[in-house]
């Protein structure tokens, strides 16, 4: 039996780096519990890399004249270059925002953490701005309510980013824990909501040929390879 007393608690609004391996590592969680954590989170790495090797696959490894051919992007040259650095924000976000949850990695390597952290929010940042960049220049394939829906997804994983970064920087590390946990939910949900696309996708095909329907309509050619991708 352990009787060692607990550490203090110490005010949100008074953490600071000194309590950094009090305050750092999540609650102990043992057994199944432990165990279901760490599956979900594996998980979730798993997917995200696929996702960006189908990202990559499919679009960065080819010339941006030939996204056209198989989704809405690439109409421009401008257009391009902004949903290109998106792709490329998202990648390290989708990549290395597992391995800042990993309780072992912040606990064994702090440095490592710090630096990755920072290289994180920034491709957050990066990300968010070259969204709304390509928003703003060449709308999305879903009109008016898909442009208001990303933007306001975008806005919140900006400031959650930059919240993100702020509170570890004035080692406020309860609350800088708060919103990294909000920043990763919102960085890998560009990858799960995909999840729910795809079906409505696979139903969309069968309704067409049902009816005998032809291609996408809408503002750029395959509307489902855009939402898709």
């Known amino acids: 039996c352990d009787h060692r007393l607990p550490p203090p608690l110490v005010p949100f609004h008074r953490v600071t780096l000194h309590h ?9 969680l043992v057994g ?7 599956f979900l989170l594996g998980l ?8 960006v090797a189908y990202i990559v696959h499919t679009f960065l490894i080819k010339p941006a004249s030939q996204w056209r051919s198989v989704s809405y992007y690439g109409k421009s040259s401008a ?7 998106h792709w ?31 290289t994180y929010i ?19 394939v879903g009109g008016l309510s898909m442009d208001i829906s990303f933007i306001i997804y975008g806005l919140l994983f900006l400031i959650s980013g930059v919240l993100t970064g702020y509170y570890a920087y004035r080692g406020n590390i309860f609350v800088h824990k708060q919103w990294a946990v909000r920043l ?10 995909r999840l729910y696309i ?3 996708f696979l139903v969309s095909i069968i309704n067409k040929g049902k009816s005998g329907g032809g291609g996408g309509g809408g503002r750029g050619g395959n509307n489902e390879s855009s939402i898709l991708g």
């Open 122 to 140: 920034s491709a957050c940042i990066i990300t968010s701005v070259a969204g709304f960049s390509y928003i703003c220049k060449e709308r999305t």
């Open 88 to 118: 490329v924000g998202g990648i390290i976000v989708l990549l290395l925002g597992t391995l800042q949850l990993v309780p072992e990695i912040r606990s064994r390597w702090p440095r490592f953490h710090k630096t990755v952290g920072y």
């Open 184 to 193: 990763y939910t919102l960085g890998i949900a560009s990858a799960l909501y």
């Open 79 to 85: 257009g391009a270059a902004m949903i290109g650095l």
């Open 20 to 28: 950094l391996n009090l305050e750092m590592a999540p609650p102990r």
């Open 198 to 200: 795809a079906p409505l």
């Open 32 to 38: 199944h519990k432990r165990r279901c954590c760490n």
């Open 44 to 51: 979730s790495g798993v997917y995200c890399t696929l996702f």
